[in-house]
């Protein structure tokens, strides 16, 4: 599976993007996101305020307890800010 | 249309390209996002970008009469009066065009994956703007 | 800013003129009026015109935060096509500029003494105009 | 004092503007197009239905019974179509 990182969420998990083969018991996003936590101290302080953490599964917004189902792409960034 | 480019756009030539050869547009609205005090950096989700912003486009054509519409979103580095954004709309009526616009900034400011630095800090998303967006559920 | 004229405008030459030099401008809204399928004669009360643009333009400031605004009115022959009228509003926030365009646009359909002939008949005036400037009180 | 005709007012009653001595009783703007009618058959065409005449004191818009005052200049047209 493909991650993917944008803006601070990118700076602090150190990179922009990754691909990573997950263990079986990680079903959805949140299963992930404490699996990345696992990872370093990078991913905790990425992860540390899920209050401000948004996902994307295949470049559609998803909620943070989304089933992963087939994804190929998940993407985590902070509310955007365009416009 | 989508446009997402480092490039500068003009207001003018645009609402030219959308109304050219066109006798049934009579209300043209144009939002134009412009850089304040301080020089930013645009990051964005390549891809996904596009994808976003077509939704909001279609949602937008499905809900007001349009004849025409137009996204360009900037990225890059942006200095302060450098444009940011273009919205486009062209109806027959200028209440469509109008709400329209509104509308398309609105799902922009808080669907389409953007993301503002200025120096070494991230702009921070703001309430007003959820706010702004509920309006039209 | 209040112009009548008979001369074309350009949009982009219109926003860079409000903005320049400034930047506390973050949000410009334009409204362009275009001739549909029919050629226009317009037709006004010189003086009056000014004055009641002037008003409008006034109330819009007392209302929302504006950096700038302008009214720009055409007159004399129009054809399919041609620009009509331009309205543009600065503003820090993209609400304010919004609202205070519309706001500016149905004014400007009620109370402007402007009057529209295509061919040898006069255009009527629209119930839609007075409640869409009702909404306003 | 001046009156002035715009659109199908201007073109029923045949002349764009002209300068009247009113009589001592044409005290508002119902009076004036009462004494107006009088004149012809133009005048009585522009004023045949009230619905769609407006008028204007001094460039600012009046209803169809405001007083005439001190006015110098008295206008009347239809409902405006610009924009």
Same mark, same amino acid.
């Given at each position: 599976?493909k991650l993917?990182y944008?803006?601070?969420?990118?700076?602090? &998990?150190?990179t922009p993007?990754?691909?990573? &083969?997950?263990?079986?018991?990680?079903r959805?996003v949140g299963?992930?996101?404490?699996?990345?936590k &696992?990872r370093?101290?990078?991913?905790?302080a990425?992860f540390?305020?899920l209050?401000?953490?948004r996902?994307?599964i295949d470049?559609?917004h998803?909620?943070l307890?989304?089933?992963l189902?087939?994804a190929?792409e998940?993407a985590?960034?902070?509310p955007? &800010?365009?416009? | 249309m989508?446009r997402v480019? =480092?490039e500068?756009?003009?207001?003018s030539?645009?609402?030219?390209?959308l =109304?050219?050869? +066109?006798t049934?547009?009579?209300a043209?609205? %144009?939002?134009s996002?412009?850089?304040r005090?301080?020089a930013l950096?645009?990051e #964005?989700?390549?891809?996904?970008t596009e994808?976003?912003?077509?939704?909001i486009?279609?949602e937008? +054509?499905a809900?007001w009469?349009l004849?025409?519409?137009?996204i360009? #979103?900037r990225?890059?580095?942006?200095?302060?009066?450098?444009?940011?954004?273009l919205?486009? %709309?062209?109806?027959? #009526?200028r209440?469509?065009?109008f709400?329209?616009a509104?509308f398309?900034?609105d799902?922009?400011?808080? +669907?389409?994956?953007?993301?503002?630095r200025?120096?070494e800090s991230?702009?921070e998303a703001k309430a007003?703007?959820?706010?702004?967006?509920e309006r039209?559920?």
């Open positions: 599976m993917l944008f803006a601070w969420v990118r700076q602090k &998990t150190g993007e990754e691909d990573v &083969t997950l263990p079986d018991h990680v959805d299963a992930l996101i404490d699996w990345l &696992t370093g101290e990078g991913y905790e990425a540390a305020d209050k401000v953490v996902a994307a470049q559609e998803v909620a307890d989304a089933p189902g087939r190929q998940v985590f960034f902070p955007v &800010t365009g416009g | 989508i480019q =480092t500068d756009f003009d207001v030539a645009e609402i030219a390209a =109304t050219k050869a +066109r049934d547009v009579g043209v609205v %144009t939002f996002g412009i850089v005090d301080v950096e645009l #964005h989700y390549p891809g996904m994808r976003e912003l077509g939704k486009e279609e937008a +054509r809900r009469a004849q025409a519409s137009l360009i #979103h990225v890059g580095r942006l200095d302060p009066g450098d444009n940011i954004v919205v486009v %709309t062209a109806s027959s #009526h209440e469509d065009a709400k329209a509104e398309l900034m799902y922009l400011k808080t +669907r389409a994956p953007f993301w503002k200025e120096g991230w702009v007003s703007d959820d706010k702004a967006a039209w559920k």
